[in-house]
């Protein structure tokens, strides 16, 4: 773990650092095209904004309402069939959809569970192997004005479904229930 | 499909507070959420600000452009439309990099950078290109090697080893990005029948 905490803490510094010399190196004025390429941040974040108010207003409605829960409960025994635990199939559906709530979510299944639980792993699992889809398309189609979304969605979304039956059979398998 | 999914989103929620009496959370729900969503992009101009001008020297220097030959084999498979010594291959690298080492504000920056290549590249057409969606599904899979916010989750609740998740996780992202590649490759195709009919 430490080993890994220090290469995490180095790797950000040396990569400026190494961008930085490599630039200078080249002969490059790296100030000035810090500035130019920075300018676009701005512009860039406030671009997104929209979408993001959108996307995450119409989650939070559903969320609030009780929708969601309802939602969770209708298929849930269809997850559990497939042998996943029915504490977790909240955080099955919810993963994709909401980054915070899977967060929280997954925080409160290892504190009453245990972390070296079975639930405790496999909520571990399920919540680091991937990313929130909705937040994903949201920002970086947003960010270029992308409309038509199309397949983008149904390929993460698909591809989350088949990440949680993976995560289920790995952790079954590397730790036996 | 993304206005039918939005629009469901809400209906479905007030129709259900309706009949849940939750109709006040939803209330509050709506305007908490909004703020929310405009402080992730307020926190989100910081990062886009610093990375986008850091990256402008990689780019001018040409650094980009070696680490993209560095990986010429991998991301010809990946993204046969875009020509290898573009700027684009060097931006979607680096979001690869960064998505690898857990640099998630790192990442979205040149994410976003990649996709407005990509879009540049689609002739700035408003509908996705084969590549930009390629580029969203290596994203959506979460493809990290360490999940920090995970094992730093479990120290905090006492687990006996705290890191024992990371070879379990690895292999799970693996097999979402894998499939996340094989189901944009599916729907791919599916989209070039249809175009030929």
Known sequence: ?177 | MINVIWVALFVIGMVYAAFHGTMNSVNQAVFQSASDAVAICIGLISVLIFWLGLMKIAEKSGLLEKLSRLFKPVMRLLFPEVPADHPAMGYILSNTIANLFGLGNAATPMGIKAMKELKKLNGGSTKPSRSMITLLALNTSGLTLVPATVIAIRMKYGSASPTDIVGPTLLATLCTTLSAILIDRFFYHRRKRRERK
């Open chain 1, 1 to 177: 773990m430490a080993s890994v905490t220090a290469l995490s803490i180095w790797l950000i510094p040396s990569l400026i650092g190494m961008i930085l010399l490599y630039g200078t190196f080249k002969r490059i004025p790296s100030y000035e095209a810090f500035v130019e390429g920075g300018k676009e941040g701005f512009s860039l974040a406030v671009s997104i904004m929209p979408f993001l108010v959108g996307m995450l207003t119409a989650i939070a409605v559903f969320r609030s309402s009780g929708a969601m829960d309802a939602l969770i409960r209708s298929i849930g025994p269809l997850l559990s069939a497939i042998g996943m635990p029915p504490e977790v199939v909240p955080l099955a559906i919810l993963r994709p959809i909401s980054g915070t709530g899977a967060l929280g979510l997954m925080s409160d299944l290892i504190k009453t569970y245990g972390p070296d639980s079975f639930i405790g792993r496999l909520a571990s699992v399920m919540q680091g192997s991937t990313d929130t889809t909705f937040y994903v398309v949201t920002v970086y189609f947003g960010a270029v004005g992308v409309q038509k979304i199309g397949d983008a969605l149904k390929v993460g979304l698909l591809a989350d479904a088949i990440g949680v039956i993976c995560s289920v059979l790995i952790v079954t398998l590397v730790f036996g229930k």
